[in-house]
């Protein structure tokens, strides 16, 4: 492994538009690696904080004295780099150098590493004993509410599961499903303007039940025309409604058992396979009592109750209140400590889900870390040219495997 000779930090601009960083290693043998950092807006409220007060200009600002030089000449292996991001930062949660900072520069740093010894980024994030040849299933939002889209339903991703062994079905089925939710959507509003959300997945003015009714419909059609298999899911992201002890839907108000018992029923009545936030952040026996509940046939994804953290997990003492976490590399910061957490839901037995963000970039890394990591599935918007990076990359990878 080289050291690092130069690392640059940028100024770019996310799939929202909104400003963000892109980062260059270069290492003494020549080899560079170049990332950006993707940004959420549904955020859980121990994220890593994307940047100091003051924002990308701050980042840019403190850069050169206070990080910069602490990389230049250190060996460029994952654990020594992340560890000077650390000691650059000084705070639990990146509030003074940007946790996107860190994000950018530790996976340019890992891009680099790989070049340098001719192996892909997946070879170099593969985590022991996760099969050559396995991929995860696309977890793909095919239908926006919430905070990323004006006007839908309460709830923020209606979703395609699309667990079929390789991308080049899994991808396909996913794909499929997002077309045929239009066109319900087109048949059901014929003539009216129907738009796309932050994340590429369809936008329209319905109910949380009826948006449910579409994406299952969706899915038996792609089922019966594909003979590929594809579920309904969801990522609730309850915390965005939840509000002094209720949860608030536009149509009603429920406590914490209801909205158990409300959640529950509609797994059972739609076949959901993947089942994200089902429960605000902070509620870990309701979100427990879900993974008892459907847990069985279902995933039970936490988001923002663990935040990618190894420390959130651990925390909850040795049994974990949901079947599987989300893993988001910006959300605690830097790579090493994303492997930290994957190996720790591997060994407690949690499926991990590999996650982009809503405002992201036009790269393919994820697929990487996704196919690597071991996970049970991709999480990624379908339509985009930054959704459909991550897709593109996860189906090269099928393709290199010699499935194909
Ligand atoms: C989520 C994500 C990605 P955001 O809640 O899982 O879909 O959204 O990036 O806005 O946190
Ligand atoms: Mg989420």
Redesign the pocket.
Known sequence: MSAITDVALRLIYDSRGKETVEATVTTRSGAIGVAGA??????GSHEARAFPPGGVSAALERFPQRVRPRLIGVDNDGPTVDARLHDADGTDDFHEIGGNVATAISIAAALARGRESGRSLLEVVRRPGVPHGRFPAIVG?SLNGG??AVGGPDI??FIAFSPAPHPRDSVRAALAVHAEIGAALVRRFPGAALGRG??GGWVAPLSNVEALEILTDACHAVTDRLHVEVHPGL?L?ASEFFRDGRYRYKERTVDSEGQVALVAEWVDRFGIRYL??PVAEEEYEPLAEVTRAVGGKTLVVG??IYVSRRDRLVRMGETSPSNAI?I?VNQVGTLTDTLATVDEARRRGMATVT?????DLPEGWLAHLAVGFGSAGM?CGLLGGERVAKLNELLRLGAATGAD
């Open positions: 993707p940004s959420g807006a549904s955020t939002n905070r990323h923020q991703e932050d994340e990522d992201a994200e936030d988001d923002d989300l988001k996650s982009h963000r809503s405002g999480k």
